[in-house]
């Protein structure tokens, strides 16, 4: 199926002739998509995937772009069901509430809140807004004690609501990379923030992405991907400047940001940024998808006629399991409710309550959701199954 393309750059706003394709992967589903049957996943669209570096700030970006509408009216993820997410935004709701002060009488703002895993850790004294266009925020809302926004942020949405320099501090945390227009989103910020006030950032490291042949996180849905020095060019650029960057493991790399609102805060001049390292490698890896231990692996065991599976039905598994057709999977597993009793798009492989990996065990299991590759083993002790990882390892 086509689908639109960018006409300009997500972040800076350059035109589409300085954005410079990196990467083409074969067509494929949307990567949030679970279909609710065998028959109407066999049926799914298949998209266009390629991606595209920008010559102004260096952003990385997919060229096709899927509406926000189509891809979140039914969401399959909810943050407070990733036991290493949980984790860690308590820890980043007891820094922010370390750095500001527990008793302090501040405004908070989150865009993409999802269910509110990170509002709900944050003091109740402070006033928490959410503003998140899902249903997994509706839904979560409900009985919250923060407040909802239930549409996608924008300056407009700001004004809507009499926002404009009333927030104290704001965060985006990996929501950033599911957005068209994030020069958008950064001016709403700035719209919203008073003098002073700070906007923290958590997004995905583009030079870890890079580093570990990631290809498994590019998919429609993570419209952005961003090195260090593209998002502080580009946030920076409509008045903030930028105090503190934190590196951590999370999601198989993670940058944590903080800008600080300053409208008289110097521009940064205006040069072509230099490539990242490993950029160009990204279609190396992905070319050699099927040639990694665990793919040969997986191959010679169905060659043997013995079951396998995988586990962690998250975006990473139907980028995985949609490009390497030729592993026929058992069934995946998955611990979240919205996800069981559904089905891979294209492939239709069932997904799965983890209670079906001890009625029907696996030969072998693919952790699919590597980055949380501790937290899955761990709960089965003494599985008679071998354990491989689709990244992270060799």
């Not at 997500?10 to 410079?20: M, T």
């Not at 805060?265 to 040069?271: E, G, L, N, V």
């Not at 599976?309 to 998250?314: L, N, P």
Request: hydrophobic content about 40%; proline content about 7%.
């Amino acid at each position: 199926m086509s689908s639109p393309t960018i006409h300009h750059c997500r972040g800076c706003h350059a035109p589409s002739s300085g954005l410079v394709q990196v990467l083409r992967m074969d067509p494929m589903p949307l990567a949030g998509m679970f279909c609710r049957s065998a028959e109407s996943a066999q049926l799914a669209p298949l998209f266009p995937l390629t991606w595209l570096r920008c010559s102004r700030c260096g952003a990385v970006q997919v060229a096709e772009d899927i509406s926000g509408a189509q891809l979140y009216e039914e969401y399959n993820y909810a943050s407070s069901t990733v036991p290493g997410l949980v984790r860690h935004f308590i820890g980043f709701a007891d820094t922010l509430a370390s750095f500001y002060g527990r008793d302090s009488a501040l405004t908070y703002l989150e865009i993409g809140c999802n269910d509110g895993v990170l509002l709900n850790h944050l003091p109740p004294g402070w006033r928490r807004i959410g503003v998140d266009p899902s249903d997994v925020s509706r839904r979560a809302a409900v009985t919250a004690s923060w407040r909802l926004v239930n549409t996608p942020f924008t300056p407009e949405v700001v004004r809507e609501h009499g926002l404009e320099g009333s927030v104290d501090v704001l965060s985006g945390s990996n929501c950033l990379a599911h957005i068209t227009d994030l020069r958008e989103v950064f001016a709403g910020a700035a719209l919203a923030l008073r003098p002073g006030g700070h906007f923290w950032v958590e997004v995905h490291d583009l030079a870890a992405t890079l580093a570990g042949g990631q290809w498994d996180t590019i998919y429609h849905e993570h419209k952005v991907e961003w090195s260090e020095s593209a998002l502080i060019r580009c946030v920076c650029d409509v008045g903030f400047a930028h105090e503190a960057t934190l590196r951590t493991p999370l999601h198989g790399g993670l940058l944590r940001v903080r800008f600080r609102r300053d409208p008289h805060a110097a521009a940064i001049p205006d040069r072509a940024p230099e490539a990242e390292s490993g950029l160009h490698g990204i279609q190396r890896a992905y070319d050699r998808r099927a040639d990694t231990p665990a793919a040969r692996r997986l191959e010679r065991l169905l060659s043997e006629g013995r079951p396998i599976a995988a586990y962690g039905a998250a975006g990473r598994a139907n980028v995985y399991l949609n490009q390497l057709r030729q592993l026929c999977f058992s069934y995946i597993v998955d611990e979240s409710p919205l996800r069981c009793g559904k089905f891979i798009p294209q492939l239709a492989t069932p997904i799965v309550a983890p209670a079906e990996m001890i009625r029907n065990p696996p030969v072998a299991c693919l952790v699919t959701a590597w980055n949380h590759r501790e937290d899955i083993v761990r709960k089965y002790p003494g599985h008679s199954w071998e354990w491989l990882t689709a990244f992270g390892e060799d």
